[in-house]
């Protein structure tokens, strides 16, 4: 201990941080939340689209490849443009599908209740569709789509309120695809 000339004894020991100090840590730590913040949340958005698109390619490839091990139509058919989220695409009365992929059994390129048979069926969650020249995509039994008049053949996917908008694009009658990201 250390007498003071005023009659007061001070302990000479560290014993804690001045509230400045504290005010300092928190204050960078806020800065740093902030700039890292809307980054990863930008990073778990991108890769959520990224892999809706991807997972779509790959139903598209499983589509083709039923309908030749099949030896029937099938058939990809995804929600039209402009739509704000899932609708009803199997007719089973709930709006939750983004797309489905079924056996064409009465071969008019539509789903028709209790005549074709869905082999699966997705939703994205909170996407919304933009531009879609791409649906619907009907496979024949030897492996090929079926021309329908549109060109380029794309699908465009967004979160609302989120500027990155990512499409899917059809390159080939054989199924070939590529996902692009349009706007950052």
Same mark, same amino acid.
């Given at each position: 201990m250390i007498y003071n000339s005023k009659f007061k004894i001070q302990n000479s020991k560290f &014993?804690?941080? &001045? @509230? @400045?100090? #504290? /005010?300092v840590v928190v204050? #960078? @730590?806020g800065i740093a939340l902030a700039v890292i913040t809307p980054n990863m949340l930008g990073r778990a958005r991108r890769t959520s689209l990224e892999s809706s698109l991807s997972a779509l390619?790959?139903? /598209?490839?499983?589509?083709r490849a039923e309908a /030749?091990?099949?030896?029937? *139509?099938t058939v990809?058919? &995804?929600?039209? =443009?402009? &739509? =704000?989220?899932?609708? %009803?695409? %199997?007719? %089973?009365? *709930?709006?939750?599908?983004h797309y489905i992929c079924f056996i064409d059994n009465d071969r008019n390129g539509a789903f028709t209740l209790n005549v074709d048979q869905v082999l699966y069926k997705k939703n994205w969650g909170n996407v919304e569709v933009g531009i879609n020249t791409l649906s619907p995509i009907i496979f024949l039994p030897q492996g090929t789509i079926v021309p329908n008049g549109q060109a380029p053949r794309a699908l465009n996917i967004k979160f609302p309120n989120y500027k990155s908008e990512y499409s899917l694009e059809l390159l080939s009658i054989l199924g070939m695809t590529r996902i692009v990201r349009i706007r950052l």
């Open positions: &014993t804690g941080y &001045t @509230l @400045l100090e #504290i /005010m204050s #960078i @730590l390619a790959g139903d /598209m490839k499983k589509a /030749m091990s099949f030896g029937t *139509r990809l058919l &995804t929600v039209g =443009s402009e &739509t =704000s989220g899932p609708e %009803d695409l %199997d007719q %089973d009365g *709930r709006k939750e599908e």
